[in-house]
């Protein structure tokens, strides 16, 4: 089991910055993949961002060149630096951590999610 708490949310004018932060617990050793997701009112949950172990990053076309994601392996948190925001970021703004799950049977992987953390930016 994995344990992940989000923290940095907030309000902040258009133009403004963000930094979110998700540090992660329990079962920390198999964690693959860490990632951002939002979901704005009304909209399915998007993906934002996504780093690798290894450190390959990928992100949505939407926040290329605004936001940067990054990882410390050694505080097992994750963290998503928002800069030049605009109202349609506004979102709840969830952590995902992709775990490998290794049985006689093969490697899974499973899903944890953060509580949310809020992200409202005005015009």
């Known amino acids: 089991q994995v344990q992940l708490v989000e923290s940095g949310g907030g309000l902040v004018q258009a133009g403004g910055s963000l930094r979110l932060s998700c540090a992660a617990s329990?079962?920390?050793?198999?964690?693959?993949?860490l990632g951002w997701y939002r979901q704005a009112p009304g909209k399915q949950r998007e993906s934002v961002a996504a780093?690798?172990?290894?450190?390959?990053?990928n992100y949505a076309e939407s926040v290329k060149g605004r936001f940067t994601i990054s990882r410390d392996n050694a505080k097992n948190t994750v963290y998503l630096q928002m800069n030049k925001l605009n109202p349609e970021d506004t979102a709840v703004y969830y952590c995902n951590a992709v775990v490998d799950r290794f049985t006689p049977r093969g490697r899974y992987e499973d899903d944890y999610w953060g509580q949310g953390t809020q992200v409202t930016v005005s015009s």
């Open positions: 780093i690798s172990s290894g450190g390959n990053t």
């Open positions: 329990g079962s920390t050793f198999n964690i693959n993949r």
